[in-house]
């Protein structure tokens, strides 16, 4: 491993503790322990346990278990950019309640600086072609475990028990719509894996 590649995850790992330890300050005055519940918090749990164990695990381990974690992250940056920067722009006029660092941290600059490491760093060849499917593993336990959780729990975000809306039949007028979303969802899972895998696919001559 070259010595600027141990730097800058070292730098990711640092970052993202300090992030996490941000956001949780923060959320657990609105939601309490309920800030667990969130993909986001989750994701970027995900990310600091791996770049923990990076430095002590076999690296050709440590690079294919990374698919499993980066459309999680990377699916939290891509709404923070692309939808809740331009949301936000067009209610305020200004992002700057999205540089809030206990949410800039968890939301912005992690997901960015781990797809740069994954692009920059991460050899290719070392995801198998089926990967992509498997990392569907991920999205799929968790909304099986956010289902369960409501059957139980009490509420988490405005008298809902899911964290997000589009997983409540109540917001999205019906189970219909909730299963046309996690569909759609689903469908942009794996068109990013599918690319991510083609991005780092082995060149054979």
Sequence with gaps: MQKSERIFKLIILL????????????GFKTFGYNIFWFFTVLSNIAVLLHYICFFFIPVKISYRVKGY????????????WFILVPFVL??????????????????GLIPVLVIIDWFVFDPK??????????????????SIIIYVRALFGKA?????????PFFDPKHMN????VIVVLVLISICYVFIGKL?????????I
């Design 15 to 26: 970052i993202s503790l300090i992030g996490i330890i941000l956001h949780l300050e923060s």
């Design 69 to 80: 974690l980066l459309e999680p992250i990377m699916l939290t940056g891509i709404i923070n």
């Design 90 to 107: 067009k209610e305020y006029g200004s992002i700057l309640p999205l540089l809030q660092p206990s949410n800039f941290f968890v939301h």
């Design 125 to 142: 060849g070392i995801f198998d072609k089926k990967d992509y499917l498997r990392w569907m593993i991920i999205p799929l336990l968790y």
């Design 156 to 164: 988490i975000f405005q008298g809902s028990r899911y964290p997000y």
């Design 174 to 177: 019906g189970v219909i719509g």
């Design 196 to 204: 991510l895998y083609k991005i780092k696919e082995s060149k054979r």
